[in-house]
């Protein structure tokens, strides 16, 4: 068992705590909030929890073994390299750093002090998101494109853009789900108040083959959608977040294409290009909360020396990326190779 402390009580630290407070093979030690009523609150609800303001005070308890950090962006890498140069594991929120300088430094000393470096990509822990993997790695062919939606009305971030609050938890998804990785970006949005970071965005992915993607992400959205569809060579996957049972469904749905050279020299589409429309099925979810398997897993690999589904080599592909598009952004869309990722002022 070990003891890990909670730095950030605001909107996803209560989460973080209660599931630490349930987790087999973790005890809650502390919890470190700026602001006194959160603290009072978890002294309530956690009575014998150390609580304080001081992450020094964490930091020196030989009681924690890891940190887990739900502070704003800009602070995550202070804290964490913090946390590690004092001996503990970490698991952080998503995303793991503000640029792909601080995010490899994380990386590299986690790898130096041979500690646990863990982001909170929450849904590769979910039994949708795993059952996508399975499905893309075994049945569903090669696959064409990678296309989601996440909009709805808010909540706006005034520190971050709507491409670092909420693609970032489709660019984990698809950094998880395909076998791929991108080799360019290119982005487009718009900020609707002024001085604040864009809160619409529409970013593409370009990968070595013929495999596209496009995520969609809108804070000024009517309705609130989470939808992500993957199309395959044998198969498609509709992924609905927002279905109660059903998240998933495939469709055993497509083209084929015939290789007859006569019809493709005469461009023939209608001999070349032939539809497939069989039967749809739901596949049987794992239920459990995402949070909870996330964090026994952030446990048992401290405690067994092994590395996280969502490691810090992951949270710094899904931040190069998003450095990449906000550069791309910056430019009305220019594509942006990844290998020539650099700091936007």
């Known amino acids: 068992m070990i003891g890990i402390a909670v730095v950030g009580y605001?909107?996803?630290g209560p989460n973080l705590v209660r599931n630490i407070a349930e987790c087999p093979n973790a005890k809650l030690i502390a919890v470190c909030d700026l602001r006194a009523e959160r603290l009072t609150a978890?002294?309530?609800?956690?009575?014998?929890?150390?609580v304080t303001d001081n992450f020094e005070q964490v930091l020196s308890n030989p009681n924690v073994d890891a940190v887990a950090i739900a502070t704003p962006v800009s602070s995550h890498f202070q804290l964490a390299m913090r946390a590690m140069m004092a001996g503990k594991h970490v698991f952080i929120e998503k995303p793991i750093a503000s640029t792909v300088e601080e995010a490899q430094r994380l990386v590299d000393e986690a790898a130096r002090r041979n500690l646990v470096l863990a982001v909170d990509h929450t849904f590769v822990h979910t039994g949708a998101v795993k059952k996508m993997q399975e499905l893309v790695k075994d049945g569903l062919g090669g696959v064409y494109y990678y296309d989601s939606v996440r909009v709805n009305l808010g909540l706006f971030q005034h520190d971050v853009s709507v491409?670092?609050?909420?693609?970032?938890?489709?660019?984990s998804i698809m950094d998880y789900v395909l076998n791929e990785r991108?080799?360019?970006?290119?982005?487009?949005?718009?900020?609707?108040?002024?001085?604040?970071?864009a809160n619409i965005a529409y970013l593409n992915l370009f990968f070595p083959g013929k495999l596209i993607a496009h995520i969609h992400v809108n804070w000024l959205a009517p309705v609130k959608v989470r939808r992500t569809l993957v199309g395959g060579t044998n198969k498609m996957i509709v992924y609905d977040d927002l279905e109660p049972s059903e998240k998933i469904k495939v469709y055993d749905k497509g083209i084929t294409v015939s290789?007859?050279?006569e019809a493709q020299r005469q461009n023939a589409y209608q001999q070349m290009v032939g539809y497939r429309s069989g039967d749809m099925w739901a596949p049987k979810l794992d239920m459990t909360e995402a949070l909870s398997s996330e964090l026994r897993e952030f446990a048992d690999c401290v405690i067994n020396k092994k590395a996280p589904t969502a490691d810090g080599h992951a949270?710094?592909?899904?931040?190069r990326i998003l450095e990449a598009a906000t550069q791309s952004l910056a430019q009305r869309g220019q594509v942006i190779e990844l290998d020539d990722v650099r700091r936007v002022a």
């Not at 978890?42 to 150390?50: I, Q």
């Not at 491409?163 to 660019?171: E, P, R, S, Y």
């Not at 949270?315 to 931040?319: C, H, T």
């Open 10 to 12: 605001g909107y996803w």
């Open 42 to 50: 978890v002294s309530a609800r956690y009575p014998g929890v150390v």
């Open 163 to 171: 491409l670092w609050d909420l693609a970032v938890h489709d660019l």
């Open 182 to 197: 991108p080799v360019a970006v290119s982005a487009t949005g718009m900020s609707h108040v002024t001085g604040q970071p």
């Open 259 to 261: 290789e007859n050279a």
């Open 315 to 319: 949270g710094l592909r899904v931040v």
